[in-house]
């Protein structure tokens, strides 16, 4: 049986004796959040100590595997057998512990240094646009991002997808085997592909429907849409793509759909976009909430705390604020154009 919703904040980049110290934990159980902690595999040994600490305080947990940078960081058809191990190993540790998590997140993304691309400080070939335009060649020539001829060999020649998205599928049955839930975050463009279709999921090899999770959050960061635009998108334009990315989404995944809002502070990179105040914020939950999506998840809790005070930040989260859109612009039509194109084009190739 399902678990009523409680909105989630990601926790990746808080040190954890910060996270276990009592007024963060205080903090938490005062507004009533769900934990989503990142487990990196050198975390798993004191992770049953933190569970403790966090059930003691009254915080639901939820789990967030995440493997070493060199390993991929985040889920992926290249990485589903590591990924897989360390999320049962996870679940164990906890099991053992007397400490199960609500529900484990299965962050699908391409491999980490193959997103470096979407900063505007790169070199130009490598910028947002020739990112974006480099994953659909690559998807026309059979490629994936991530590691290639050594997978080609490994495979025995069959589809790396296929092989990923089974391993991924077969953790996600595991999972919910031992009663925890099973959620995912993924690419915006993801929600892109209709039903039935996966022709975005297998560009970005991030495998979703296969899992059968109960809670698909779509990453909409409305700060990083502005901010690595480099001008091109401003923030009247990132909140009506806000608007319309969460209308897709719930229409693709209906009573499990979700938005991940943000960001406060910076993630993986160390130097994402980042909101100007808590207004911003505000707005965004507002529009998610209007537009029709109910579950939000906000990156991350090391922001909440490093932009302090952090009551305001998680008011804004908690409670929201009215919103108006706005009329639509020209940049945003002709963003929507690109991406239903590329979604049709996808689509026929299969």
């Not at 004191?46 to 939820?62: I, K």
């Not at 999320?87 to 998590?101: M, Q």
């Not at 990179?269 to 998840?297: H, K, M, N, Q």
């Not at 906000?298 to 922001?303: E, I, V």
Request: proline share 7%; with cysteine.
């Amino acid at each position: 049986m399902e678990r009523p919703w409680q909105d989630r904040v990601y926790s990746e980049t808080l040190p954890w004796d910060e996270l276990l110290s009592v007024p963060t934990l205080a903090l938490l159980a005062r507004y009533r959040v769900e934990l989503v902690l990142a487990v990196r595999p050198w975390d798993v040994e004191r992770l049953p100590d933190a569970a403790r600490a966090l059930r003691d305080a009254g915080v639901p947990l939820s789990i967030w595997p995440m493997l070493a940078d060199d390993a991929g960081r985040w889920a992926n058809m290249h990485n589903a057998r590591e990924f897989r191990a360390l999320a049962l190993g996870i679940c164990d540790a906890l099991d053992a512990a007397g400490v199960p998590p609500r529900d484990l997140l299965f962050d699908l993304e391409p491999f980490f240094f193959s997103t470096s691309g979407l900063r505007p400080d790169t070199p130009p070939q490598t910028r947002p646009s020739r990112f974006a335009l480099g994953a659909l060649r690559a998807r026309f020539r059979g490629r994936f991002w991530g590691p290639g001829p050594e997978e080609e060999a490994a495979s025995g020649g069959a589809g790396l997808y296929e092989l990923g998205a089974g391993e991924l599928g077969r953790a996600a049955g595991e999972v919910r085997a031992r009663g925890i839930g099973v959620s995912a975050a993924v690419w915006p463009l993801v929600a892109l592909d209709p039903e039935g279709g996966d022709g975005w999921q297998r560009t970005l090899g991030t495998p979703v429907d296969v899992l059968g999770a109960a809670h698909v959050s779509v990453m909409m960061y409305t700060s990083i849409l502005e901010g690595w635009s480099r001008g091109a998108v401003r923030r009247r334009d990132a909140r009506l793509l806000l608007a319309r990315a969460t209308a897709r989404t719930a229409r693709r995944w209906s009573a499990g759909a979700g938005m991940s809002l943000g960001c406060i502070g910076t993630g993986a990179f160390e130097d994402e976009p980042t909101y100007r105040d808590p207004s911003e914020l505000a707005e965004d939950v507002a529009i998610a909430r209007a537009a029709g999506c109910a579950r939000l998840s906000l990156f991350d809790l090391g922001g909440v705390l490093s932009r302090a005070p952090a009551e305001p930040w998680l008011e804004a989260f908690t409670a929201g604020a009215d919103a108006e859109v706005g009329p639509s612009s020209k940049r945003v039509h002709s963003a929507r154009i690109f991406a239903r194109a590329a979604t049709w084009a996808l689509g026929r190739r299969r």
